[in-house]
């Protein structure tokens, strides 16, 4: 009964062309409310490049981007984000010279009511907002494990407590979908099985639709229900962890195939 | 802890006050007029340091903003009756001719023109990064001086307006002073402010938070032009005359040096940085007497030696320091208090205070 729930986020047909170069074919992807769904495929696949049309950094040639019913094809970045769409990046992009807080605070400030001067001339209304977003940061950094770091810089974290970080940062943003490239990039195996049953925890907890990119296997086989698997911009393979892994398709993109056969 | 903090910077104001009330009575002109100068720059280079140092934009503008400010004040405060003799090469618009206003209402007007101003510039303009950025702001901030210099029914032109009430005594200044400090201090440390941050360590990322990159820069780029023509209104009225040579682009060099002295992206950096470069210049101006000691002329003192002590101690602070006095640090009670438990615990340890 796939066919008629509505899914949170569908992508139509995208396609993107960098000059000659067709990053993304004709990408036709479902996440339906609550699912935890991966894309996967070699390097240079087109994966990142698929967050970055649904996240609005590019526009696609072709094709549109559906979130909660609504087209979101085009619109910016910051516009997504505030419609509940939350992201993380493959080379971890935090606010480096600002602190561990100010790095959650800042995310907590497109839900901001008030205007510059109400802010800056600290009106009741905007000391209350900011009472709420520093609770609310507080929160995020007690449950993230972040209370001893604080106020340290971001760049002065160890890698693993940036990707953590990264993703309670945009879960400020109080997002529907939260989409995680790499996740588990630099980890090692007993790190990733812990980030896979934290992913679970906070899907549950925040009521989370989770797509996200990763090449550690075991994690995506642990951890989603459905799969994508793209290669040089086409859609290979699609369906349940089982499925995909005896796909023929999947197996030659990523292994090669046999000589001779 | 936070309340001390609170009696401790009104104890610093109140201080502050009394300083102004001494300097007024008892300093001689010469010293009050370097003060206030240092007050006007202070007031200049921290709102280039807004959009500059907090948001990561680097414009080059501020000479053209300044001139808005103090060309409103110069144009709308000299009295009606000697106009005439002001304007005695081509008389003054008559649209305009019979309006006067007073200094405070001319210096608000000049404040918001010039954000106004800032907001016609920046539509097309903050779409741009980097260097070219710098290059179109300066362009624009160049057009402001000539359509100044050749409006010459409003603006007198060339000549410049003179006779102006020079009403901005030290007590104005210092006031304007700590409203502008004030206002820029919490704007920077509340939401908005960190969502400029948030712009200057990473659009990207900025972004992807959902900051909306075009309403929060051209928000810094308005309100640092805002308190430019603020600069620019006390700057006329104190020196009583403004001309369109004043506001060369050289200008803005000059509180680009002061930021990147103090530190961009620290407010007290800024302020520390424009009283000594402001002081430092009206000092070292005998660098540009000639000097002879012994009988003997020393050949390199002669005009504008000055600026190249000036342009050695910028490449010396760009190559050494390259984070200027403070970083992106600040002043704060905090550190004081550390910096003297600091001092006193030496002085226990060398057995100076038991």
Known sequence: ?261 | MKKEDKILSIILIAGLFVFIAVADKFFNLYVQRVLNLCAIYTILALSMNLINGFTGLFSLGHAGFMAIGAYMVGIFTVPVEIRPMVYFMKPMHPAIADIEMPFIVALILGGLLSAFIAFLIGAPVLRLRDDYLAIATLGFSEIIRIVITNAQSITNGSLGIKNIPPVANIWWIYITMIISIAFIVLLINSSYGRAFKAIREDEIAAEAMGINLFKHKMMSFMIGAFFAGIGGGLYAALLGTVDPKNFLFVLTYNFLLIIVLGGMGSVSGTIISAYVVTAGQEWLRFLDEPLSIGGIAIPLFRPGFRMVIFSLLLMIIVLFYRDGLMGTREINWEMIKNFGKRFKLRRVKSGEVQ
Not at chain 1, 32 to 41: D, Q, T
Not at chain 1, 89 to 102: A, H
Not at chain 1, 155 to 184: F, H, M, N, W
């Open chain 1, 1 to 261: 009964m796939t066919t008629n729930s509505n899914p949170l986020l569908e992508t139509q047909e995208v396609t993107i062309k960098f000059g000659g170069l067709t990053a993304v074919n004709n990408l036709s992807i479902e996440v339906n409310k609550g699912e935890i769904v991966a894309l996967i495929g070699p390097n240079g696949a087109g994966k990142t490049t698929a967050f970055n049309i649904i996240t609005g950094v590019y526009a696609p040639t072709k094709g549109k981007v559906i979130y909660d019913g609504k087209d979101i094809t085009g619109l910016k970045p910051d516009q997504i984000t505030r419609m509940g769409v939350a992201r993380t990046f493959q080379n971890i992009r935090l606010f480096k010279k600002l602190s561990v807080w100010e790095n959650i605070m800042i995310a907590c400030h497109l839900r901001l009511q008030s205007n510059f001067a109400g802010a800056a001339l600290r009106f009741p209304k905007y000391r209350a907002e900011e009472k709420r977003m520093r609770e609310k940061v507080h929160r995020l950094i007690e449950e993230f494990g972040l209370s001893r770091y604080q106020d340290d810089q971001a760049s002065s974290l160890p890698y693993g407590v940036q990707r953590r970080l990264e993703i309670a940062r945009a879960l400020a943003t109080e997002p529907k979908l939260l989409l995680l490239d790499e996740p588990a990039a630099g980890m090692n195996p007993k790190e990733t099985e812990e980030l896979t049953h934290f992913i679970r925890e906070i899907k549950d907890k925040y009521d989370l639709t989770v797509l996200l990119i990763e090449h550690h296997m075991d994690l995506v086989m642990e951890i989603s229900q459905r799969i994508y698997v793209l290669d040089f911009g086409e859609t290979i393979a699609k369906g349940t962890a089982e499925e995909v892994q005896n796909d023929p398709k999947v197996i030659e993109a990523y292994l090669g195939v046999e000589e001779g056969a």
